[in-house]
């Protein structure tokens, strides 16, 4: 790991009190071992909202691969403004800033690339039955297990700069889970027994960094017809409520090259939508 010059931490985390490494740094070496380059990883105790500190030191100059972890958020955010509940303990919550030389219609298709590259890392730690959600939240057993909140600033240099937000759930006691409105689930085995959060971030952050890497030079078009062998809705029948309170039925069946939804009406004729304010459901209310 790279450890971010101690002269511009004072400018960049007035607000912040460093902790002594709660993820173990042995852990997160061994996942990094075949990286070419490793990302800048910052620890944090507490922070209101990742995403939102990466925003407002971007214009300072963030390194590419910039990960900034916390402990606990106190004001998570998760899409459509909604916030994200997480556990200091049981909890996974960190940032990466990664710059594009893309334009913002072709980021669009970002969040579900970020989504499946989570469940393939997942998947290689055996947690197999983990799957996407259009169009950026991740499932195990018809249940939220995490979720991908990329926001985007356009820079000086004329490129774009985009803020990746993961929320995932690892051990969640029940008595969070029991104040949530959303059914959520973790990463524990039948037996309770989680992986270690230093191991599931480091996988995350290998697996992430080349794919993010092969989406700047490529886009989503790659991506799409892996996403779909992972979707939990693949080939069910969905409806897609917009934000004027309509609603859009039909089959799923496919993603666009920009990763926006396809649904095949009941005439047969497939239409496109994109994220935005749009809310998937399995079936109609």
Not at 60 to 84: D, E, K, T
Not at 185 to 208: F, K, Y
Not at 238 to 261: A, D, F, K, Y
């Amino acid at each position: 790991m790279t450890v971010y010059p101690t002269s511009l931490l004072p400018p960049l985390f007035p607000t912040l009190v460093p902790l002594e490494p709660f993820l173990d740094e042995s852990a997160l070496q061994q996942e990094f071992r075949d990286l070419p380059s490793v990302p800048v990883l910052w620890q944090v105790q507490s922070i209101d909202s990742t995403n939102r500190c990466l925003l407002e030191w971007a214009p300072q100059g963030l390194p590419q691969h910039f990960c900034l972890v916390a402990r606990q958020q106190s004001a998570g955010r998760g899409r459509r403004g909604r916030a994200w509940i997480s556990d200091a303990e049981g909890s996974l919550t960190f940032s990466l800033w990664w710059i594009f030389d893309r334009s913002l219609q072709e980021l669009s298709g970002l969040p579900l690339a970020v989504s499946l590259g989570m469940v393939e890392a997942l998947h290689s730690l055996g947690m197999t039955s983990v799957g996407v959600k259009w169009p950026n939240d991740l499932w195990r057993e018809g249940r939220k297990v995490a979720g991908v909140l990329v926001e985007t600033t356009r820079l000086s240099s004329g490129q774009v700069g985009a803020v990746i937000g993961i929320g995932l759930n690892v051990a969640l006691p029940s008595s969070l889970q029991d104040t949530c409105v959303l059914s959520l689930n973790d990463l524990r085995d039948e037996a309770g027994q989680a992986p270690a959060r230093a191991t599931v971030l480091g996988r995350l952050l290998n697996t992430l960094i080349p794919l993010l890497e092969s989406f700047a030079q490529s886009g989503f078009a790659p991506f799409a017809e892996t996403w779909m062998t992972h979707c939990v809705h693949r080939n069910q029948q969905v409806t897609l409520l917009h934000p004027n309170h309509t609603r859009s039925q039909g089959e799923c069946v496919g993603l666009s090259s920009l990763g926006g939804l396809i649904l095949r009406d009941p005439a047969g004729e497939p239409h496109t939508y994109h994220g935005g304010e749009l809310s998937l459901r399995l079936e109609a209310p």
